[in-house]
């Protein structure tokens, strides 16, 4: 399913924005390649930067941030493109599911003409009955029964409506699928109906994903390759069951014993401390601070750099110099 | 003695009575259930959203009034209790909320979460000795007070404004806690601190704890029991270990397979497909009948009692029609008062 | 002060309109220190029709009154009367709002009741009705303002009610309960500083209200004719029929002075809304 071709590549990647405090350093020099066909789930808590990535990617920061660094999907360079370009990249080559998409439907809008309004924009002519064709087509993809498009937000289950933002950001057949936190505020059960209509039909459509979370679980069941992020920094990569079976970096180890797992009932691991501020961070390592393994000569003065210790198995720690 | 809480045959409906109109949202549905006060054990209260999860905590609180039925405190109906009982009420029933943001004031300083129930309920009336008691609480739960007092709200994190919670329910050593969905606001990486923080101050404390989530994942980890509510009614209820490694009602079986376990040689794939949902009609039978793989004719006429699956697990359900049968009044018999299972929790981890 | 120096350069329309009402206050108060309150803006102070010039910088009216003075005393009368009005209702409308949101109930149903039957009557009716019944009485500021303060409860108070509602479930809310603090405390400590925003803005609707309805009924004639309150000022430009006699500066300064005083007003609930109304608050 892979014919291991980069699709798309971040290279040490800067998105800070200036506030009157200081320079938040939301994201701070991130390396990411992403292969074609392949599912990345990116993890990271609150403030770890992995929404700002994505924000990076399709150009969409608040005013107050730059970005620096390259952004190159397919060879082409997105910082380097005009507004005009990029807007004509958004959708069609490179596309996302916001998160709390759902709720951002047009309440007075009919589902059919939301879903076909950005082929519009992107200069498609259509009478009616090719925009029901169209939109038939994708609801199949996403298992929406066809009568949905005559339908408005309030009448759908928040499952149907997150649908709908999928059929939306596959409409054009992008390169490239950004999810951020598709599921999340959804039952269980939806969540796993949605997770995995999405994951099939990005391996039918054999489009690539990136998946913004928080949650391990979901990461486990739905990704190939697991990227995790703190602090604005990328700590480690690797093909999820080698990052789940043997973590190396000090903070992928303590997360993923942290997780409640089926067989060790009663057994808490957690992380003791808290994460260093993105305002005018300490130097060194960001996890230092919070580190059973910390090395007093060298992670609290020079952040280790990130590199590949095994083919595909990438960390940023001071340990596998 | 009369059970520290009790409900008893409480109902809840929103906008009117379902008898008289169809449309009422009955959010909890004809539940019993009692609590005794020596019962240092966790219980979930699982269920997606509209399982009554939470219109149950509101209930227990005294924040909802029950449309039927009666919510009993010390064996009194805590909506006729007079002012002391009330007092005494108020204390013993406390609450850990899931937004770390919004159960502050954003106008105070976090110190107010500590300070004023120990003025109000006379913990103690000298200062110094009030915020030696805060700051004793706030060491126990892993915060430094000299980095928490007098500060604000939005100056600390999720994660520590949460064990500010924890600390005070540590100060009002209250007969009763319920925690609703403490840890889904929290960050993965503290999650598992704050879980065992409860688990440690249910067991310091020696008092009953209601864990309220829809997160199977955690309600296995941290509770002893677990019952699964879905519309407003008992499912299946017993041990947690049971019911999350061999549900027997199609409804936990359904929810267990869904759940999203951080493990990727437990994935989805190799359980059976989940049913998809379909309309819910109305029907005097289960509940769950619309969406039941397994219903036959006799789901839709009357609502099944519980069934006592196995020792320590009863399930609602007609699949299990031949085993014996519990009153629905005897749930708590599920969840027996027994020597704890799991390992040993001390305090000394939470020095963090 | 830093702090509200910042918050006045991210917020320029509170700003503005709070610049307008400062400048309103000073001309009304300082410049009582420049002119002749006791004689001039009462007729027969001095020479009648006299066009803006030395002397009289802001000319003279038909009856020989001195504007300059009619403007510094008037504006600081008509903003009493807003004032008395606009606190009135304001308290009024925070006590039902607080009562039915808070407590629900039987007060609800009574209070939203109320309030409903309270808007459907044309209020202007009601004062007009009023204010004459008592044409005997010497209808002075705070009179003026007791009257109008009749319609400018409803307002308020259906607003607060509605704001109530939604905070009383909050957690916090909850959380003071379970604190052990009582209802009355609850409402002083936690809501209040929580609605002071959105209090400030409905006093200055109800201050804006409050002058729309006196200057309508002081428009009409109806109050003491003899208190120069910008109402009556537009009542004798009416009634000695100033556009047609071509005294134009007896009309633009009036109007000037109540466009600045709505405006600034508009202006500040308008930028307090901002803080109130967490939908519309813009990013730090």
Same mark, same amino acid.
């Given at each position: 399913m892979t014919d291991n071709k980069v699709i798309l590549e971040i290279n040490d990647l800067k998105t800070h924005f200036h506030v009157e405090a200081g +320079?938040?350093?939301?994201?701070?020099?991130v390396d990411l390649r992403l292969n074609s066909g392949i599912k990345l789930g990116l993890v990271g808590e609150s403030g770890s930067g992995k929404s700002t990535i994505a924000l990076s990617l399709m150009r969409m +920061?608040?005013?107050n941030g730059t970005i620096s660094g390259q952004i190159l999907l397919d060879g082409v360079?997105?910082?380097?493109?005009s507004q005009e370009e990029m807007r004509r990249v958004r959708l069609s080559q490179l596309s996302m599911i916001p998160q709390?998409?759902?709720? #951002?439907?047009?309440?007075?809008?009919r589902i059919g003409d939301q879903v076909t309004d950005g082929l519009i924009d992107h200069g498609q002519s259509m009478n009616k009955k090719e925009k029901e064709n169209i939109v038939g087509e994708l609801f199949k993809i996403v298992e929406l029964? *066809?009568?949905?498009?005559?339908?408005?937000?309030?009448?759908? #289950?928040g499952g149907m409506k997150q649908r709908v933002c999928v059929a939306i950001a596959i409409s054009m057949r992008p390169k490239v699928l950004i999810a951020d936190? *598709?599921?999340?505020?959804?039952?269980v059960v939806i969540q796993r109906q949605v997770m995995e209509t999405i994951t099939r039909l990005v391996n039918d459509m054999n489009l690539s994903m990136l998946l913004i979370g928080h949650d391990m679980g979901l990461m486990a069941q739905s990704v190939d390759v697991l990227a995790v992020m703190y602090a604005g920094h990328m700590m480690e990569m690797g093909g999820v069951k080698e990052m789940f079976a043997d973590p190396l970096h000090p903070y992928t180890i303590a997360l993923i014993e942290s997780l409640p797992i089926l067989?060790?009932?009663?057994v808490f691991k957690g992380i003791p401390g808290i994460p260093p501020s993105v305002i005018n961070p300490p130097p060194g390592c960001p996890f230092h601070n919070r580190c059973?393994?910390?090395m007093p000569e060298i992670c609290p003065v020079q952040a280790a750099p990130y590199r590949?210790?095994?083919?595909?198995r990438w960390v940023s720690c001071h340990l596998y110099n | 003695m009369p059970p520290l809480v009790e409900l008893r045959n409480v109902s809840k409906y929103f906008g009117g009575n379902p008898k008289k109109n169809k449309?009422?949202?009955?959010?909890?549905?004809?539940m019993t259930f009692i609590l005794e006060a020596d019962f240092p054990h966790i219980i979930t209260v699982a269920g997606e959203s509209g399982s009554g999860k939470t219109t149950m905590l509101m209930l227990l609180l005294g924040f909802y009034e029950p449309s039927e039925g009666e919510v009993l405190f010390n064996g009194k109906n805590i909506w006729k209790m007079d002012r002391e009982e009330t007092k005494d009420f108020r204390r013993s029933v406390q609450a850990i909320f899931q937004d770390p943001f919004a159960v502050?004031?954003?106008?105070?300083?976090?110190d107010n979460l500590l300070s004023i129930p120990i003025k109000n309920f006379g913990i103690t009336k000298n200062k110094d000795e009030a915020r030696s008691i805060m700051e004793n609480a706030l060491r126990r739960v892993g915060l430094r007070p000299e980095e928490t007092?007098?500060?604000?709200?939005? @100056?600390?994190?999720g994660g520590q404004r949460q064990r500010i919670a924890v600390a005070r329910a540590l100060v009002l050593h209250p007969k009763l806690l319920l925690a609703d969905e403490?840890?889904?606001?929290?960050d993965a990486s503290l999650r598992a601190t704050l879980l065992k923080q409860i688990r440690d101050l249910n067991q310091e404390l020696q008092i009953p704890v209601l864990y309220i989530t829809h997160d199977l994942t955690t309600a296995y980890h941290v509770s002893d029991y677990i019952m699964v509510l879905y519309r407003g009614s008992v499912m299946e209820a017993g041990d947690v270990e049971k019911v999350i490694r061999d549900p027997q009602h199609p409804y936990t079986r359904l929810l267990v397979n869904s759940i999203p376990w951080?493990?990727?040689?437990?994935?989805?794939? @190799?359980?059976?497909e989940v049913v998809r949902g379909k309309t819910i009609l109305e029907n005097n039978?289960?509940?769950f009948a619309n969406r039941c793989?397994?219903?036959? $004719?006799?789901?839709? @006429?009357s609502p099944p009692p519980l069934y006592r699956v196995h020792e320590g697990q009863v399930a609602?359900?007609?699949?299990? @029609?031949g085993c014996n049968q519990i009153e629905?009044?005897?749930?708590? $018999?599920?969840?027996p008062n027994r020597p704890n299972t799991t390992q040993e929790h001390s305090m000394d981890v939470l020095q963090a | 002060m830093r702090g509200f120096l910042s918050y006045v350069k991210r917020n320029p329309a509170f700003g503005a309109g709070f610049a307008i009402l400062i400048f309103l206050i000073l001309f009304s108060t300082v410049g009582q220190l420049f002119v002749d309150t006791q004689k001039g803006p009462?007729?027969?102070a001095t020479m009648p029709?006299?066009?803006?010039?030395?002397?009289?910088i802001f000319g003279t009216d038909r009856q020989g009154r001195d504007l300059l003075a009619v403007m510094v005393v008037g504006t600081g009368l008509t903003l009493e009367v807003g004032a008395i009005a606009g606190a009135i209702g304001l308290g009024i409308g925070i006590v039902m709002g607080f009562v039915s949101g808070y407590y629900g109930g039987i007060f609800d149903t009574i209070i939203t009741s109320m309030i409903d039957v309270w808007m459907s009557i044309p209020g202007f009716l009601i004062l007009v009705l009023i204010a004459s019944t008592f044409?005997?009485?010497?209808?002075?500021v705070l009179e003026m303002g007791l009257i109008v303060s009749i319609v400018s409860w409803a307002g308020p108070a259906r607003a607060i009610r509605a704001q109530v509602l939604s905070m009383r479930e909050r957690p916090f809310v909850m959380m003071a309960k379970l604190g052990g603090m009582g209802s009355l405390e609850i409402v002083m400590k936690e809501l209040v500083p929580n609605l002071l925003p959105f209090l400030v803005m409905s006093l200055s609707q109800s201050i804006y209200g409050g002058i729309m309805a006196s200057l309508g009924l002081e428009g009409l004639g109806?109050?003491?004719?003899?208190?120069?309150t910008m109402g009556m000022t537009l009542f004798y430009v009416n009634y000695y029929s100033a556009f047609l006699v071509g005294l134009w500066w007896w009309i633009i300064e009036p109007v000037a002075v109540i466009v600045l005083t709505l405006t600034s007003l508009v202006l500040i609930s308008f930028g307090l809304d901002e803080i109130a109304n967490p939908r519309t608050r813009r990013g730090l």
């Open positions: +320079i938040v350093k939301a994201v701070d020099g +920061i608040r005013q360079d997105l910082l380097k493109l709390g998409a759902m709720n #951002s439907l047009n309440p007075v809008m029964p *066809p009568k949905v498009m005559h339908m408005y937000p309030h009448e759908l #289950s936190e *598709p599921t999340s505020a959804l039952d067989g060790s009932r009663g059973n393994r910390m590949e210790v095994k083919p595909g | 449309s009422v949202t009955t959010a909890l549905d004809d502050y004031n954003p106008f105070y300083k976090v007092l007098g500060r604000y709200p939005h @100056q600390l994190s403490p840890v889904s606001m929290v951080p493990d990727p040689s437990l994935l989805w794939g @190799q359980t059976a039978g289960c509940k793989p397994h219903m036959t $004719e006799i789901c839709l @006429q609602a359900c007609y699949l299990y @029609q629905k009044a005897n749930l708590s $018999e599920m969840f | 009462y007729a027969l029709n006299l066009p803006p010039g030395p002397g009289h044409r005997n009485i010497r209808l002075g109806i109050g003491d004719r003899r208190n120069p």
